[in-house]
């Protein structure tokens, strides 16, 4: 075997892909497993000694009332991304190569801009004098102005409008997978439509909805700004508990243990995903 | 008596314009093994898509038993389908995918359960039915189509080259495999191959299909020994063609036929012939004689190339005119030394009776290759 200074560029390549994750994906993610088990210090932000009451923090209704809010707001917009990016990516696997390229391209071309920005532009879109009020009102739809923003129904229309690319792209992989043998041989063997569905189609696209719910469901948590230009006071992400702890309250350590928490239902539905790919012979992700 | 189990009529279908069937006509007999062979695009696979019902004809129609089933859904036909990749359900066991079809007819569980074991021990796959399909070889994957396909008990089985994935020896022994089945099973097949040879040793009967027509149906000798055109005879087996010219119809249903400037006498064809008239005499390699050079019968030549097979020797021959002859002989007993140098001088002749006459085509049929991608 040759030595590694026989490979000069292959030990550069390898020292550098390691040192960039040592230095800034597990130094960073140990330091916030560190801060968690720190005790808050209002002067250098953490101190000894050892504790785990930001974790037992975690745990009051408080904060446990805002988390299960944040969760079923992102698990709602989880549902409408799915509900709407489902059928679409569907439809897109099926439309011709030169409609595909289009669409896909449609789907993309928001992430030119700014996301902060693209937020902003919904607020006056949903704004009391906003474009959607003024034309419904114009319309005659309705009366007098709804109030839309400043509303949890406003967060989640702003979490779907940016996380929606990220459940239909993981989908439409998996429908572009879909052989259509697979469905002529259900029809062959005497099922319908709607077995067919459940019974094969759902099945073999489990692992492109359960990547997209992870793509969507996590990002959903901690997309703090969409609270804060869209949400009002009331309606909070874990996001938002994450960043007021480490930029208004000074509280690191409870910042970090918030933080950790979502790291650990992201590495539970990837488990999970990685389960539901093995099911179909597929390798892990 | 043999009975019209399925019957298509008139048949024709366009895709993009391009006529894949054109007004094809088709009797299946039932409990036969019949096979549609042909080059890719010949409209094999569209014609076997009809019967199961994921493609519908433009026109046409057909009738299963007396039932018209032109525009009946596959689900409800009482056909099942054997894929070329065989398209088990990945997320499936062998179990679960040989019984799906018995849980559509939402059939008892006992039931399913033994006749799924059934299914399974037929194909000799008993052991397997907590498998999934990625944990089979292909052709345990293919045997698990079949029985899922055989399991509903169907009146006929579609199979769509399902013998191409597999390698030489595999698909020699699922050939029989499959021929076995069928006879134990009694139910008619209907088989689709691009492969002359699968398909003459497998069938009762060959339909030989190019450009959405059918050029020959016949049992596999007749379409061997006697095909009804050029495209036939190129594409099932090797041919020799020489060039024939009539220089005399006898009385006696002969005709004397100027073959290489040798005047040989055949039977009359089938088609009209008169004085003068060029034809084409085809020759199997195995209906050729390679002669010493001395010999006054046949046609100069010399071998330019010889193929030791084992069982046979086969041989080119180039005629004094440029025309390339092969030949195919098997091995003599009585003379262990019987081979063939290079350039060696030979005369060339054939068995006489064994010839099969075809008239000149109109126009000159492009070369055609019969592979399948």
């Given at each position: 075997m040759r030595s590694l200074t026989q490979q000069p560029f292959r030990t550069a390549v390898l020292v550098l892909v390691w040192g960039w994750l040592l230095f800034l994906v597990l130094t960073p993610n140990l330091l916030v497993v560190g801060a968690s088990v720190m005790t808050r210090d209002p002067g250098s932000f953490i101190s000894l000694p050892l504790t785990l009451d930001a974790y037992r923090q975690l745990l009051n209704p408080l904060y446990l009332e805002v988390f299960l809010h944040s969760l079923y707001m992102a698990a709602m917009t989880t549902l409408v991304c799915l509900l709407i990016g489902y059928p679409f990516a569907w439809a897109l696997s099926k439309v011709g190569k030169r409609n595909q390229v289009l669409l896909i391209f449609l789907l993309i071309v928001?992430?030119?801009?700014?996301s902060l920005v693209r937020t902003y532009a919904l607020k006056l879109i949903l704004a009391t004098n906003g474009l959607l009020n003024n034309a419904l009102m114009s319309l005659g739809v309705i009366d007098e102005p709804m109030q839309?923003?400043?509303t949890e129904g406003a967060v989640i229309i702003g979490l779907v409008y940016l996380l929606l690319p990220f459940m239909i792209l993981p989908l439409y992989s998996v429908f572009e997978d879909l052989q259509e043998d697979y469905l002529r041989a259900s029809h062959d063997l005497g099922a319908g439509r709607l077995s067919t569905f459940i019974h094969v189609i759902v099945p073999l696209t489990l692992p492109g909805v359960l990547a997209g719910i992870m793509l969507v469901l996590l990002p959903a948590m901690g997309l703090f700004f969409v609270p804060d230009i869209l949400?009002?006071?009331?309606?909070?992400?874990v996001g938002n508990v994450i960043k007021n702890q480490f930029l208004?309250?000074?509280?690191w350590p409870f910042g970090a243990a918030a933080s950790i928490m979502l790291t650990l239902a992201m590495a539970f539905l990837m488990f999970a995903h990685r389960l539901s790919k093995r099911r179909i012979g597929e390798d892990g992700v | 008596m043999k009975q019209t189990l399925l019957s298509l009529s008139n048949l024709t279908k366009q895709f993009d314009g391009k006529k894949?069937?054109?007004?094809l006509d088709l009797e299946i007999f039932d409990g036969e093994f019949i096979t549609l062979l042909g080059?890719?695009?010949?409209g094999k696979t569209t014609l076997l898509r009809m019967m199961a019902g994921f493609e519908h004809p433009d026109e046409g129609s057909i009738t299963l038993g007396g039932q018209d089933?032109?525009?009946?859904?596959p689900e409800h036909r009482p056909l099942n389908t054997v894929f070329q990749n065989y398209a088990?359900?990945?997320?499936?066991?062998v179990f679960d995918n040989v019984a799906y079809g018995l849980k559509m007819e939402k059939r008892p569980k006992e039931e399913i359960q033994q006749r799924v074991e059934e299914a399974l021990a037929m194909v000799q796959l008993?052991?397997?039915?907590?498998?999934?399909?990625?944990?089979?070889s292909g052709g345990q994957q293919q045997r698990v189509a079949i029985a899922r396909a055989v399991v509903k008990r169907p009146k006929m089985l579609l199979l769509d080259e399902?013998?191409?994935?597999?390698d030489f020896k595999l698909r020699r022994t699922m050939q029989v495999e499959l021929k076995r089945l069928q006879r134990e099973l009694g139910i008619t097949f209907v088989f689709v191959t691009h492969d002359q040879e699968e398909a003459l040793s497998m069938s009762d009967r060959v339909v030989v299909l190019k450009g959405g027509h059918i050029q020959q149906l016949g049992t596999p000798r007749e379409v061997y020994e006697?095909?009804?055109?050029l495209f036939t005879a190129r594409f099932v087996g090797e041919t020799n063609f020489f060039p024939g010219r009539v220089d005399a119809a006898n009385g006696d249903d002969t005709i004397t036929v100027d073959v290489f400037g040798l005047k040989r006498t055949f039977r009359k064809p089938d088609f009209p012939v008169k004085e003068g008239q060029g034809l084409h005499v085809l020759l199997r390699p195995e209906d050729i004689r390679v002669l010493a050079?001395?010999?006054?019968d046949g046609v100069a030549g010399k071998i330019v190339e010889r193929n030791y097979k084992g069982s046979t020797l086969d041989s080119v021959i180039h005629l004094e005119d440029g025309t390339e002859v092969l030949a195919s002989e098997f091995f003599d007993e009585d003379d262990p030394t019987f081979d063939y140098r290079l350039g060696e001088p030979v005369k060339v002749s054939w068995v006489d009776g064994w010839e099969w006459l075809l008239p000149t085509e109109p126009e000159a049929l492009p070369e055609e290759e019969g592979t399948d991608a």
């Open positions: 928001p992430f030119w801009t700014n839309l923003l400043y949400g009002g006071s009331r309606n909070l992400l208004d309250a000074r509280n | 894949v069937l054109d007004s080059p890719s695009g010949c089933l032109t525009h009946t859904p088990l359900f990945p997320h499936m066991s008993e052991d397997f039915a907590r498998r999934k399909p990625h944990q089979l399902p013998l191409s994935a597999l006697r095909p009804a055109n050079p001395e010999d006054e």
